[in-house]
């Protein structure tokens, strides 16, 4: 059974960071690859960024250079880092892999 669980949401100010967190249990990252993906209030959702099994990483123009992609295979964690948020990075965050899906963490970014 595949699980994956995301965390370290929150609430941030704009120009403040916060790291996201996908843990799985019953795939593996290095061999299936991820994707990060988020929904908006109101919108679509939208894919972010990926890491591909062997490592290469790929982010949507909105997020280029403010976020990156890190894993850990160890612990068969991935985690996206996002520096300088926006009020527009507002939105549930999803991650996932080979057709699974997380539950989502809430990020808001306000003043």
């Known amino acids: 059974q595949v699980q994956l669980v995301e965390s370290g949401g929150g609430l941030v100010q704009p120009g403040g960071s916060l790291r996201l967190s996908c843990a799985a249990s019953?795939?593996?990252?290095?061999?299936?690859?991820m994707a990060w993906y988020r929904q908006a209030p109101g919108k679509e959702r939208e894919w972010v960024a990926t890491?591909?099994?062997?490592?290469?990483?790929t982010f949507v123009d909105s997020v280029k250079g403010r976020f990156a992609i890190f894993r850990d295979n160890a612990k068969n964690t991935v985690y996206l880092q996002m520096n300088n948020l926006k009020p527009e990075d507002t939105a549930v965050y999803y991650c996932?892999?080979?057709?699974?899906w997380g539950q989502g963490t809430q990020v808001t970014v306000s003043s």
């Open positions: 019953g795939i593996i990252f290095s061999i299936y690859g």
């Open positions: 996932s892999s080979n057709e699974h």
């Open positions: 890491m591909a099994g062997f490592g290469r990483t």
